[in-house]
C-alpha cells in the first residue's frame, strides 16, 4: 500500500511506511469536502459549509477518526478553537508504539 503526499519542499513523494499511509489518509480525509473523492463518497468534511456557518463538522471529525481508528492503537482528532479555517489536531499511536502528533488545516 502506498500513498502520495507533499514535503516541506512542495514535492510530491511517495509513502510506503503502512503506519505513515494511513496517517497522511487521514489527513487528507480531513482536507477532503465531502462526496469530493471519486472512490470513497462518504469520505470527508463539510468544511465549505462549516466555514459560512462558523459550526465544527463534529459528526464528520468523528465519522473520520472511527473509519482510520482500526489501524492505529490510538487515534484521537480534535478541532482547533478560534482558526480561521477548519484546522484539526492529530493525535495518533501506531500498532508499534511511536507516537505522532499533527496539525492539519483544511
Do not use: H
Not at 83 to 99: D, E, K, L, R
Amino acid at each position: 500500500m502506498r500513498n502520495y503526499g507533499v514535503d516541506a519542499n512542495k514535492n510530491w513523494v511517495e509513502i510506503t511506511d503502512p503506519n505513515y499511509v494511513y496517517l497522511s489518509a487521514t489527513a487528507q480525509a480531513l482536507r477532503l469536502n465531502l462526496n469530493e473523492s471519486p472512490i470513497y463518497g462518504n469520505y470527508g468534511i463539510p468544511a465549505q459549509q462549516s466555514v459560512a456557518t462558523q459550526i465544527a463538522p463534529n459528526a464528520a471529525i468523528v465519522r473520520t477518526q472511527n473509519q482510520y481508528a482500526p489501524y492505529f492503537s490510538s487515534l484521537v482528532i480534535t478541532n482547533q478553537q478560534n482558526t480561521p479555517q477548519p484546522t484539526y489536531n492529530i493525535s495518533a499511536i501506531f500498532q508499534n508504539g511511536v507516537v505522532v502528533s499533527s496539525v492539519v488545516a483544511s
